[in-house]
């Protein structure tokens, strides 16, 4: 035999590219004082990198609660997750970026100084992390507004800092948990838009929690539909509408099938 004798195949592992999100068998059971709260129950999915996957379902039924620990901010009870191949057992903002309902800006700081704090914890130095939260800020539309503080901003432009904060360490995965919810009806379409815009520069895997089944199927490659607690996988639809979406297909027939096929879910558990 040779000295260049090949490995053979079955020894290497491949590595799951970055932004795949492989839920398998997930459950979570809250213990309180009373009693146990069964959150989650064997929920398992696949979320290909750079799609755009929209979670729904009635209220109570685990959708933030399953966001947390793609998060890494909890640990499920059972079952496993793994982002990018690997299992997330703490907050890794390198790894997923995190959007919630509250912009939850510290209000003393400026925007910019809000999108660095995360790089300011992780040691990084002043020059270098202004330099990326201001290209942070520039790919949500807020160049220039970096030395306003929170309250001279308004509810979207606030909702654009905590993005650019979520993105400021490019992580190939973002989640969001009803990130325009508190946002009046027009800022929401325009964040839509602007989110959409967003997701196709960067190629990010996105996870949007929402209640709202228009805005769902406006923004998604694919929505999951969840029972009422416990939490389950009830139907995964695809929508193969064209991109970029537009305000005229909201009255199109696929748009009002889709939306109808996830309200018919919905209404079984009102
Ligand atoms: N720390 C906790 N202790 C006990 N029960 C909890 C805890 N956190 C969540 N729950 C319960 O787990 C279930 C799922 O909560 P979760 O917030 O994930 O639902 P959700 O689908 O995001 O709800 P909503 O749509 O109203 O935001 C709910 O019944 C909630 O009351």
Redesign the pocket.
Known sequence: MGGNTMQPLANITPLKPAGAIEVRNVG?I?K?TTQD?V??EDVSLDVKPGRFVVLV????????????MMAGLRQQTSGTITISGAPIPEPDPNRVGVVFQEASLFPWLTAEENVEFPLALRGVTKNDRRARAQDALKLVGLDGFGKRHPHELSGGMKQRVSIARGLVQDPPVLLM??PFAALDEQTRMTMGDELLRIWAATGKTVVF?T?SLTEAVYLADEVIV?SP?P?RIVDHLQVSLPRPRTYEMLSGDAFGSLRDRIWRHIRKSA
């Open positions: 979570q809250f309180t709260v959150a989650l379902g009635p209220s109570g039924c685990g959708k933030s609660t399953l966001l947390m948990d009803e929690v209640h969840m607690r939490g």
